[in-house]
């Protein structure tokens, strides 16, 4: 009991999001079509709602998918999480994840924003529903880079720009360019926790190096 209670503690904030994501998921499937559509769009972070100050659909959208569920989709994404929460900790894994969904989310709204207004988008794209998990997945796993050893750090990464292109070519959308921002907003924080969980090891060997040239000598005893 006491290893699971400290399991489920290294990884509270993957459990507790998964939690509400299952929660939001079977309630959508419990309404019809036209009350998903409503919840659907008063949840998107789509243009219409930032702009109108619907800050909370930031957090709201995170925990609803659009369509029919893809539980292997969801199951996935659950183990990435996990994983990555279980090896960098809880605050950086919440870190990344909150960088990944609202930095992507508010530059693609930014880009929108600017088509729109100059009619390189159709205002339709204002409305469009936008919610799911998927910028914060790219995201989480573009900063497992960190994680990697050298050798498989440029596969992993050159792995994921793949999967993002792959998808953005099959399906050209204002989410894809969400994917690839996400992921490359993972990818810096996987370069940025490097640098610096390599400046504090440097620091500690330098401090311990320090400590041990300032010990006194041993005393000799005298008969």
């Not at 279980?86 to 508010?106: E, K, N, Q, Y």
């Not at 469009?128 to 573009?142: E, F, H, I, K, Q």
Request: include cysteine; proline fraction near 3%.
């Amino acid at each position: 009991m006491f290893r699971l209670l400290a399991f489920a503690l290294r990884i509270r904030v993957t459990l507790v999001y998964c939690i509400l994501a299952a929660a939001g998921t079977v309630a959508l499937g419990q309404i019809g079509p036209h009350d998903r559509w409503h919840v659907l769009h008063a949840a998107s972070t789509n243009l219409h709602n930032l702009t109108d100050g619907h800050l909370a659909t930031l957090v709201t959208s995170v925990f609803l998918t659009e369509g029919r569920v893809n539980w292997l989709w969801l199951a996935g994404v659950a183990i990435l999480f996990a994983v990555a929460e279980w090896i960098s900790g809880w605050r950086r894994f919440l870190v990344t994840f909150s960088a990944g969904h609202i930095g992507a989310t508010a530059l693609v709204a930014v880009g929108l924003f600017i088509g729109i207004r100059v009619d390189w988008l159709a205002d339709s794209l204002a409305m469009a529903v936008d919610v799911g998990v998927s910028y914060a997945a790219a995201a989480v796993a573009g900063s497992m880079i960190r994680y990697l050893p050298m050798p498989w750090r440029l596969g992993w990464a050159a792995l994921w720009i793949a999967v993002v292109a792959v998808s953005g070519i099959s399906n050209p959308s204002f989410t894809a360019v969400g994917h690839a921002v996400a992921l490359s907003i993972g990818l810096g924080l996987g370069a940025l926790y490097l640098q610096r969980d390599g400046s504090m090891l440097r620091h500690k060997a330098i401090h311990a190096t320090s400590a041990d040239r300032v010990q006194p000598s041993p005393q000799l005893s005298t008969l």
